[in-house]
Nanobody, 125 residues
């Protein structure tokens, strides 16, 4: 069974930081690119960031560029999203997702194969 489990979401003040984790199992992790997506109530799902299967290529949405950092540890089958300088507009449920892509750059506009259940990030004063 393929499973992606997000963790690390919580309530945080503006300007604060969080690190989200996505732990994967049941798939050849190093053949999958991993994306982070978020969805706020009343908004469409947004591709936040992604990382290629070996970690050599990354993508960031303009809204988070310079504030978020994606990384992966293939030995631990885990992808991280370090979120710094958080803003109110970062409030959303954050999902990680996996797409089979053993080579090349990652793309958030692709149809991802597997999805986690999400973790809530709330930025509030």
């Amino acid at each position: 069974q393929v499973q992606l489990v997000e963790s690390g979401g919580s309530l945080v003040q503006p300007g604060g930081s969080l690190r989200l984790s996505c732990a994967a199992s049941g798939l050849p992790f190093n053949s999958y690119a991993i994306g982070w997506f978020r969805q706020a109530p009343g908004r469409e799902r947004e591709g936040v960031s992604c990382i290629s299967s070996r970690g050599g290529s990354t993508y960031y949405a303009d809204s988070v560029k310079g504030r978020f950092t994606i990384s992966r540890d293939n030995a631990k089958n885990t992808v991280y999203l370090q979120m710094d300088s958080l803003k109110y507009e970062d409030t959303a449920v954050y999902y990680c997702a996996a797409i089979w892509k053993p080579w090349g750059q990652c793309e958030v506009e692709k149809t991802y194969n597997y999805w986690g259940q999400g973790t809530q990030v709330t930025v509030s004063s």
